[in-house]
């Protein structure tokens, strides 16, 4: 089944953008997922393609109007989700990025400017996801980026489906540290025990690396977890 992501943009043209290399482009070419980016100035009243307008109360920089944007939502909407990506949102996490990928199409609206009228999101039960504190220029930057987590856990996409399973956050725990060849490289080796075939005892220290490398940097997951 291919998973559908419907964008909704004023920039239509920067999409696939970098999800059309690598594994993510493969994975469009193989229709595992499909893209369609709308533009929603083609949704504007007038023929410059107006979208927003000054904001009501003051204030600088302009916000995108509902009435255009919702025009291309109703157009385009069919059932599915819709996520407004905005700093607002809930925080982006790995367990989200699954809930979502179980999905079977996905709308992702796009703010640019100052962002949306409110009215929007309480008319289309619209939720808002943030990929971190901090602000960016436009939506579609964190759309691509909500959208690479998505679809490298679609089914097909990822040749080693083990190699999901212990990374960083599917087990809330970091990811110990990795080596590969040359053993030894500007005078540092590989850690012996990663050289001794013994597969009980990597995966202890395996486990014990990534404890500890959680405990140092990101104590927050180790509460999360109890
Ligand atoms: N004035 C807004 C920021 C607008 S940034 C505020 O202070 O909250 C312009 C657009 O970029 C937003 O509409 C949103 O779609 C997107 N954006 C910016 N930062 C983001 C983030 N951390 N996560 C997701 N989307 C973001």
Redesign the pocket.
């Given at each position: 089944m291919t998973f559908r992501a419907k964008i909704l943009t004023i920039f239509p043209e920067i999409f696939p953008g970098f999800l059309g290399t690598s594994l993510t482009g493969r994975a469009l070419k193989e229709n595992i997922w499909s893209l369609d980016a709308v533009n929603i100035r083609d949704y504007a009243f007038d023929k410059h393609g107006s979208v927003d307008d000054t904001p009501c109360g003051g204030g600088a920089?302009m916000i995108?109007r509902p009435d255009v944007l919702g025009a291309a939502i109703e157009h385009q909407h069919n059932g599915e989700k819709i996520i407004?990506?905005?700093?607002?949102?809930k925080p982006?996490t790995q367990a989200k990025v699954r809930e979502l990928s179980k999905l079977n199409e996905l709308m992702i609206?796009?703010?640019?400017?100052?962002?949306?009228d409110e009215r929007v999101l309480e008319e289309y039960d619209i939720e808002?996801?943030?990929?971190?504190?901090?602000?960016?220029?436009?939506?579609?930057?964190?759309?691509m980026i909500?959208l690479d987590a998505i679809v490298r856990l679609l089914p097909g996409v990822l040749g080693n489906a083990a190699s999901i399973e212990n990374e960083s956050f599917e087990t809330q725990l970091l990811e110990y540290p990795q080596y590969t060849r040359p053993i030894e490289w500007k005078g540092r080796k590989v850690p012996e025990i990663l050289l001794s075939g013994h597969h009980e005892n990597v995966a202890k220290w395996q486990k014990e690396q990534a404890l500890q490398i959680t405990k140092q940097r990101r104590p927050d997951l180790l509460e999360k977890n109890t």
């Amino acid at each position: 089944m291919t998973f559908r992501a419907k964008i909704l943009t004023i920039f239509p043209e920067i999409f696939p953008g970098f999800l059309g290399t690598s594994l993510t482009g493969r994975a469009l070419k193989e229709n595992i997922w499909s893209l369609d980016a709308v533009n929603i100035r083609d949704y504007a009243f007038d023929k410059h393609g107006s979208v927003d307008d000054t904001p009501c109360g003051g204030g600088a920089g302009m916000i995108m109007r509902p009435d255009v944007l919702g025009a291309a939502i109703e157009h385009q909407h069919n059932g599915e989700k819709i996520i407004y990506m905005s700093p607002k949102g809930k925080p982006l996490t790995q367990a989200k990025v699954r809930e979502l990928s179980k999905l079977n199409e996905l709308m992702i609206i796009c703010g640019r400017f100052e962002g949306i009228d409110e009215r929007v999101l309480e008319e289309y039960d619209i939720e808002e996801i943030s990929i971190g504190d901090y602000i960016l220029t436009g939506g579609e930057q964190a759309a691509m980026i909500m959208l690479d987590a998505i679809v490298r856990l679609l089914p097909g996409v990822l040749g080693n489906a083990a190699s999901i399973e212990n990374e960083s956050f599917e087990t809330q725990l970091l990811e110990y540290p990795q080596y590969t060849r040359p053993i030894e490289w500007k005078g540092r080796k590989v850690p012996e025990i990663l050289l001794s075939g013994h597969h009980e005892n990597v995966a202890k220290w395996q486990k014990e690396q990534a404890l500890q490398i959680t405990k140092q940097r990101r104590p927050d997951l180790l509460e999360k977890n109890t």
